[in-house]
């Protein structure tokens, strides 16, 4: 693991921020559970809790705070200094650290969202989601380590993306399906294991070319945006 | 410019100095100036950056450091602009002001850390030499979090020096610093500046600068106020003009008693009182009670007008 690597997931688990990843992933689970020991029909369960709760939340939200944790955390509180005195390519930082938080991210929602297909439908529909998530939490996790370093806002601009862009504005202008992530996602999963539970509203190249571009473009603006990195003085 | 001189006291064999190099440099956010137009030229030793709080220090050395983009004019470190190249960090060391550090890290790992992701033959090595130089081996396996102010500096000050760069920058490093430490540091600063590293520190403190520098920087509203040797420099500010404002029983009769002393070089005689301005301070604070006397005036305030640093070193601007 490089140096990088494990200062990142050192400060990642070593603040309480990481606690808020916990609650989303359990309710996920908790609500699957339920509803299966409950009897309730998976057609009726399934797309609220799958991708109401699963991927239009606990996907983007875990993904948010990952992500802007990896970076905006130590440019917040002044450390990424360490990092940027050292003669290293800024490639090599940011990688590791897009690295660590699409890995924390894709582990934290999909084991949950697994458990969670295989109760509502099979071990297909599980592995499914796993795999889509996995990919949808790079493209998040791109997406919010470039954000920590275009804004001092981060995580209220990943929300708003999230939250309004996603969630809102996708659901009555359905132009904007075409620039989210969590569409990307449902058009994976649902071509890796087609199901009536999942509605994709983008054809599968689309989602598999905008995700590599949202994830590849993300990251090199990154790179770019670390070179230029600057410090505010305290007399600025 | 680069040469090689010997150096034993930071315990390696040889190094290779290296001169930092401002010219006309500026930055300013919007309509405020922050660095106003600084040329300087920084070799071998130590030298202390002066000036009051809000003076441009803070920016002066970020932008030597390679985190901040001059508005106007280019740094560079041995000829290679120091903005957007990481491979100045080969060697430089940069002790900002702000007192970021991994508290859940250990000093050891810390600065362990630092040396692998400078990519040193023998890491290891390196930490322990570094952590043995600011005397923090007692401490070293714990957790960065559990020291004090000082402890944390030196953490960083190890890490900033694990690969033994030529140039440090250190922006106010005594503060938060009880004596002991404060005197430690100093000791440290002047090891490695004898040792023919390039060492610049920034101080709002005269008496910090002067006892760690005979070189100094003066910066004053963004601008290079003064440059030189320090005894020069404070000898013009200690023999400046002073002001006092006084409160007598009889400022008139005062007045013209003063007048006719060399050590004053004006009054001012208004409704608030008296203001005086003298040449000479001590000679102008002894000669004033007898004067009193002599006149039959009781002084009832003697007020010094212009002691803050600022106007110290407004002077300088001047002068």
Same mark, same amino acid.
Request: aromatic share 6%; glycine share 8%; charged share 15%.
């Given at each position: ?60 939200? +875990? ?45 934290? +929602? ?127 | ?133 600011? #005397? ?27 690969? @033994? ?44 600068? #002067? ?49 006719? #002393? ?5 009054? #001012? ?25 002599? @006149? ?24």
């Amino acid at each position: 693991m490089s140096t990088v690597s494990w200062i990142t997931l050192r400060g990642l688990f070593g603040r309480r921020r990481f606690l808020l990843l916990l609650p989303l992933p359990l309710l996920l689970v908790l609500l699957a559970v339920l509803s299966r020991s409950l009897g309730v029909d998976a057609d009726d369960w399934g797309p609220p809790v799958l991708v109401g709760l699963g991927l239009a939340v606990v996907l983007p939200v +875990v993904a948010l705070i990952v992500g802007t944790g990896v970076l905006g955390a130590e440019i917040d509180d002044g450390t990424v200094v360490h990092i940027l005195t050292k003669p290293l390519p800024r490639w090599q930082i940011v990688l590791p650290k897009l690295a660590v938080a699409a890995g924390v991210s894709a582990v934290t +929602v999909a084991v949950p969202l697994f458990v969670a297909g295989r109760l509502a439908d099979s071990v297909r529909l599980g592995l499914s989601l796993a795999a889509a998530s996995a990919v949808g939490a790079l493209a998040y996790s791109a997406l919010f380590l470039a954000l920590s370093l275009l804004t001092r806002r981060p995580v209220l601009l990943g929300l708003v993306y999230v939250l309004i862009w996603e969630g809102l504005l996708s659901s009555f202008v359905s132009g904007t399906r075409v620039l989210s992530i969590q569409q990307y996602v449902i058009a994976l999963a649902d071509r890796l294991a087609p199901t009536e539970l999942l509605h994709g509203d983008v054809s599968v190249p689309v989602a598999a070319v905008m995700t590599a571009l949202i994830s590849v473009g993300f990251t090199v603006l990154a790179v770019d945006r670390l070179r230029s990195f600057s410090v505010a003085g305290e007399t600025s | 410019m680069t040469t090689i001189s010997v150096d034993q006291a930071a315990g390696t064999p040889t190094t290779v100095t290296s001169t930092l190099d401002l010219a006309g440099v500026s930055r300013w956010y919007g309509n405020v100036v922050a660095v106003n137009d600084v040329s300087m030229s920084l070799g071998p030793g130590v030298t202390g950056l002066l000036g009051p709080n809000g003076a441009g220090k803070t920016t002066l050395l970020h932008m030597m450091a390679g985190f901040l983009a001059p508005s106007r004019g280019v740094v560079t470190l041995d000829g290679r602009p120091t903005w957007r190249n990481p491979e100045v960090y080969r060697r430089l060391g940069l002790v900002s002001e702000r007192e970021a550090v991994h508290t859940f890290l250990t000093a050891y790992e810390f600065v362990l850390a630092s040396a692998k992701l400078h990519r040193l033959p023998d890491p290891t090595a390196a930490a322990r030499r570094a952590i043995a130089l600011v #005397e923090l081996e007692g401490a070293q396996d714990r957790r960065i979090g559990t020291y004090s102010k000082g402890m944390r500096q030196r953490a960083r000050v190890a890490a900033a020096l694990v690969h @033994e760069p030529q140039v440090l920058l250190l922006d106010e490093p005594f503060n938060g610093m009880d004596p002991r430490q404060r005197l430690h540091m100093m000791e440290l600063l002047h090891r490695l500046g004898d040792a023919g590293r390039t060492i610049l520190f920034s101080s709002h403190i005269l008496e910090e600068v #002067e006892q760690v520098s005979g070189t100094v920087q003066v910066m004053v509203a963004g601008r290079l106020a003064a440059s030189g040797d320090f005894r020069t420099i404070r000898r013009l500010m200690t023999n400046r003009p002073h002001v006092f404002t006084v409160h007598s029983t009889d400022d008139r009769a005062l007045a013209v008693a003063l007048m006719a #002393e060399a050590s004053v070089t004006g009054v #001012e005689l208004d409704r608030a009182g008296l203001t005086v301005r003298a040449g000479d301070y001590g000679a102008f604070t002894r000669v004033l009670p007898k004067i009193a006397l002599r @006149e039959g005036v009781r002084v009832r305030q003697l007020v010094p007008q212009d002691e803050s640093l600022e106007s110290v070193f407004s002077y300088l601007v001047e002068a």
